[in-house]
Nanobody, 122 residues
Framework: QVQLVESGGGLVQAGGSLRLPCAAS????????MGWFRQAPGQEREGVSC????????YYADSVKGRFTTSTDNAKNTFYLQMSSLKPEDTAVYYC???????????????WGQGTQVAVSS
């Protein structure tokens, strides 16, 4: 059974940075993709990024492009979202998810972490 555990959330000032790790366990993920999503209060879940674990090809939402970077440490089965130049509108609960196949990730089939809160103050 696949398990994902996010960490690294917290409170940061606008313009600051945070790195969110997502530790995965339960199988090997060589042909999987990993996505980061976020959901702010009263808003729908938004896809932030998607990365192919096999070749490292990554895709980003326009709202975060140039500010966020996703990466993988396949030896540790840990995936990262590096967030820089944070804005108050980045405040949300951030989730990692993993699924076989390619990007975009099929959310209904994916395995999900429990989420980590990111709050950006102005």
């Amino acid at each position: 059974q696949v398990q994902l555990v996010e960490s690294g959330g917290g409170l940061v000032q606008a313009g600051g940075s945070l790195r969110l790790p997502c530790a995965a366990s339960g199988r090997t993920f060589s042909n999987y993709v990993m996505g980061w999503f976020r959901q702010a209060p009263g808003q729908e879940r938004e896809g932030v990024s998607c990365i192919s674990i096999s070749d490292g090809r990554a895709y980003y939402a326009d709202s975060v492009k140039g500010r966020f970077t996703t990466s993988t440490d396949n030896a540790k089965n840990t995936f990262y979202l590096q967030m820089s130049s944070l804005k108050p509108e980045d405040t949300a609960v951030y989730y990692c998810a993993i699924d076989r196949g390619g990007c975009p990730l099929f959310v209904q089939r994916a395995s999900w972490g429990q989420g980590t809160q990111v709050a950006v103050s102005s």
